[in-house]
C-alpha cells in the first residue's frame, strides 16, 4: 500500500512562498494514476486545490490558479506543490492524495486511495 508524506508547511506572511513535498514510500507515482493536494480547514469539507495525471495538463482550483503549480519527478517517488503569493485565506491543512484513473477522478475525494497525514500551512497578514 502507499506510503505518503508530506512536508515543507509552515507560517509565513501573506505574499511569501511555500513548497510542499510529497514522498510515496510504496513506489507508486506512475502514469496513468492521479495525483494530487487538497487542503482542509476545520468545519469545511476537504477541497482539491490541485491535481494531475501525467497524460494532460494539471489542473487547479479557481482559488489559487496562477498562484500554485503541481508537479511530480517519478523518479524519487515524489509529488511537490509550489505555492507563491500566498494569502490568509490559503490558510489549512494541506494534503497528498493518490488515486486511480484521470485526476478528474482525483478531484473527487470518494476515489482517493491513498492519503498523507497533511502538513499545516499558515498564512498571516
Known amino acids: 500500500q502507499e506510503q505518503l508524506m508530506e512536508s515543507g508547511g509552515g507560517s509565513v506572511q501573506a505574499g511569501e512562498s511555500l513548497r510542499l513535498s510529497c514522498v510515496d514510500s510504496g513506489g507508486a507515482v506512475y502514469g496513468g494514476s492521479c495525483m494530487g493536494w487538497f487542503r482542509q480547514i476545520p468545519g469545511k469539507e476537504r477541497e482539491w486545490v490541485a491535481v494531475l495525471d501525467g497524460i494532460r495538463n494539471p489542473m487547479y482550483a479557481d482559488s489559487v490558479k496562477g498562484r500554485f503549480t503541481i508537479s511530480r519527478d517519478s523518479a524519487k517517488n515524489s509529488l511537490y506543490l509550489q505555492m507563491n503569493s500566498l494569502k490568509p485565506e490559503d490558510t489549512a491543512m494541506y494534503y497528498c492524495?493518490?488515486?486511480?484513473?484521470?485526476?478528474?477522478?482525483?478531484?473527487?475525494?470518494?476515489?482517493?486511495?491513498?492519503w498523507g497525514l497533511g502538513t499545516q500551512v499558515t498564512v498571516s497578514s
Open positions: 492524495a493518490a488515486g486511480p484513473g484521470s485526476m478528474y477522478s482525483c478531484m473527487d475525494t470518494s476515489n482517493i486511495r491513498n
